[in-house]
């Protein structure tokens, strides 16, 4: 789904900058093991999350990917004097255009909530993914942008929306296992995924990291027998 001028103008602005930074910098200390590899964003959006993986993953290839081709174009210029292992291309994240298991990790900064089929966008990632290769997430639930307030200022699918509850198990479903997971007041996640090796019997208790001043819920996930992979 493609964002209105309003949601366009908060994307590139510095306050999202600025949280966008904070969300990278936390998803770098959990996941340590995600960097130098091969890299995809989906959402990509102006391109400052593009440069805040260069500067923390120091990826070996960075992939760029948004449905807007207007985000495309100002990811693109906004990278254009980085190195040749960076690519911006516009793709739809619930059909992305790559090989299966060709990326170690992939970065999803508020994008899923966006997407009508946001489901299908699971899969993908999974699918594109490496066995052992990690979904860093931030993600809103409906509490926080389908509110009487903000549906007046923002357009979002207005079907098949998840809560946290949803979320959690349509990324187990993906093959998808949680590492660590922080829960804020109902409206929105900070999480860790790893796509399943053949080897593992079921999925680890999720670890959570406290933030300041910020309830959390903790999240013990459950075993499982079978896979999607």
Partial sequence: MRLNPLERFFVLSPFRRAMQAAVLSWMRRVAPGSAGGRMLEIGCGGGAGGRGILRRFAPRKLVLSDLDPRMVRSAARALAAETAAVRVCAADAARLPFRAEVFDAVVGCGVLHHIPDWRAALAEIARVLRPGGFYLLEEYYPRLYANALARRLVVHPPHDRFQGSDLRQALQGAGLVCERRIEFFGCGVLALYRRRLPTD?????????????????????ASERTSRM
């Fill in 201 to 221: 019997q079921s999925f680890s208790t999720g670890k959570v990291i406290a933030a300041p001043f910020q309830p959390i819920t903790v999240t013990s996930t």
